[in-house]
């Protein structure tokens, strides 16, 4: 029982109204409180818990030591206001032109909403610089997702996340229509060159696995509530990775030329990397790192500047794919040249 309260039965429906009130008045409450507060088991918490936001209410968790922590999502009279600064307003600026990836789903329109609401309450000495402030980002997007077909299921999404529903979900394969089917614990939503992926546990697939926003095809939320490990950390589940493909790393050795060292030396490509410059102005990037065809697309984007030293198996296969290039290159050629001489011909 919670210090100073009696021990006391309840109808269902007057433990759902006494569970709102109280943690309309209290911080938050971990379910063994509040089973213990009524004499129940969790089971039967959990289903109050969902009746209680049934009826309207939006329930939030926290962790803290050790446990999860439920409390409403409601607006409090004893908030005190907030105000901006300029650079305050220009770094908020910044993040929402950083989510340009975002067109077309609602957490676009959200953003936009939410800007909304704090030029309503801007003193006007400040609301005559959001125009500039405006512009002093430019996001510039190649290749945006189309998320057409799967924006109307983000809604459902958004709500199994923060509330911790199991989802059954529809996926396309690869380059089909053809749907799949998953049932899914949603962790963690991903956001990686401008695509967004969820991280959860498929149940019916054993294991973690990561889903492309735009082939999602289909969410039911379910009304069976899951715990995230204690042991999960988002971060770790990439660590290796040095995109988002989780397979075995490998020791990368590349070389690049000394026209463009300076650009690579200015970055950080992975965790404990390290860089050796030569005589010759050229510098060694070496690093361990997963996913063979992410680091080929790196490798190959910067053309003769980069040369792969190890692993063998991974220059074999950038040997390989620069030759199926050039011969692909060279049949085009002779086709136009074939081409060019019949037209003259004619």
């Known amino acids: ?16 109204h006494s569970i709102i009130r109280l943690l309309e008045t209290r911080r938050g409450l971990t379910l063994d409180e509040l089973a213990e507060e009524y004499d129940v088991d969790r089971r039967t918490i959990h289903r109050d818990l969902n009746a209680v936001e049934q009826a309207g209410y939006t329930l939030t968790t926290e962790w803290s030591d050790g446990k999860k922590i439920y409390s409403f999502l409601t607006k409090s009279r004893n908030l005190p206001p907030i105000t901006f600064t300029l650079p305050q307003l220009m770094s908020l600026y910044l993040l929402r032109s950083l989510g340009a990836h975002l067109a077309g789903t609602p957490f676009q329109a959200e953003i936009d909403e939410l800007f909304k609401s704090i030029h309503s309450v801007l003193p006007d000495r400040h609301a005559a610089h959001l125009e500039r402030i405006a512009r002093v980002s430019l996001p510039l997007l190649h290749g945006a997702r189309d998320y057409s077909a799967s924006a109307a299921f983000v809604e459902d999404l958004q709500k199994a996340l923060l509330q911790q529903y199991r989802i059954r979900l529809k996926y396309a394969k690869k380059g089909k229509e053809e749907t799949e089917e998953y ?11 401008g695509g967004i992926y969820l991280l959860g546990n498929a149940h019916n697939r054993s294991g973690m696995r990561l889903f492309a926003l735009e082939r999602i095809r289909g969410v039911e939320v379910t009304r069976q509530r899951f715990e995230v490990p204690d042991s999960y950390h988002p971060e770790a589940h990439f ?69 792969v030293l190890g692993p063998p198996e991974l220059r074999k296969e950038v040997r390989r794919q620069v030759k199926e290039m050039r011969e692909m290159y060279r049949g085009k050629e002779k086709d136009g040249d074939n081409m060019e001489k019949k037209v003259k011909r004619g």
């Open 1 to 16: 029982m919670l210090k100073g309260k009696p021990a006391k039965k309840y109808s269902q429906a007057g433990r759902l």
């Open 183 to 193: 049932e899914v614990d949603p962790y963690t939503l991903v956001f990686h060159k």
């Open 239 to 307: 660590s290796s990775a040095f995109g988002l493909v989780s397979d075995t790393p490998m020791k990368v050795r590349v070389r690049f030329s000394a026209e463009i060292a300076h650009t690579v030396k200015e970055r950080v490509w992975m965790p404990g990397q390290e860089l050796r410059t030569d005589q010759e102005g050229r510098v060694v990037v070496e690093f361990e790192a997963a996913g063979q065809m992410e680091l080929i697309s790196w490798i190959l984007s910067y053309r003769v500047h980069a040369e």
